[in-house]
């Protein structure tokens, strides 16, 4: 066994953390594997494109997300620290509406599947942080949209005493009620 799976609060998302081993030459571990992935998170799954991000602390990317040709993502850490959040879009989830956040970093290896019909964002919490996540379908910018970070109605806690740094598009990010819904899980 090569990864441990925790099912987090949302119907669907899951916390993997993979085996590392280290010594003192460095570490090792297998950041992805589609067997295992497939029994232990959901099989089915196919990934088309990987993406790959720096940003400086206190830089806030999201809530994004695909209204058509929705991304399920496999999102983690290379470098410092983030607050990765995500909010379920899909109207008949029992958790509809709700949200989740973890903390991924460079040390602790943690990896978070995301699935079609969740936001998606993050702030950096160290002075810089490199993301990478694999994607199920490709990107479609008629398709992208934002559900603003700081929605009343979501409640997000982020773990900042800071205005985030925000692109354009994030600032004019839709609250949830009046967002583009998934209608189906």
């Known amino acids: 066994m090569t990864i441990q799976v925790t099912s987090m609060s949302l119907d669907g998302v899951k916390l993997i953390e993979p085996k590392v081993f280290g010594d003192a030459r460095g ?7 589609a067997r295992e992935f497939a029994q232990k998170v959901q ?4 990934f088309v494109q990987d993406n790959h991000s720096r940003s400086a602390k206190g ?8 209204i058509q040709h929705a991304q399920g993502k496999l999102v983690r850490v290379t470098e ?6 995500v909010v379920d879009l899909r109207r008949a989830s029992p958790t509809f509406g709700k949200w ?3 903390v991924l970093s ?5 990896q978070l599947w995301i699935p079609p019909g969740f936001a998606h964002g993050f702030v950096v919490l160290s002075q810089s ?3 990478l996540y694999k994607t199920t379908d490709y990107w479609y910018p008629e398709f992208e949209r934002c559900l603003i970070w700081n929605d009343a109605q979501v409640g997000i806690e982020w773990p900042i ?12 990010g839709r609250s949830l009620a009046d967002a583009d819904l998934f209608d189906s899980d």
């Open 27 to 33: 570490f090792f571990f297998e950041s992805f594997n």
């Open 80 to 85: 410092g620290e983030v607050f990765d959040v």
């Open 106 to 110: 460079s040390e602790n290896y943690r």
């Open 161 to 172: 005493d800071f205005e985030p740094v925000l692109a354009a598009k994030d600032v004019a």
């Open 100 to 102: 989740d956040g973890i």
């Open 59 to 66: 830089v806030l990317r999201g809530l994004h997300y695909q």
């Open 43 to 46: 099989d089915g799954v196919t």
């Open 129 to 131: 942080a490199e993301f």
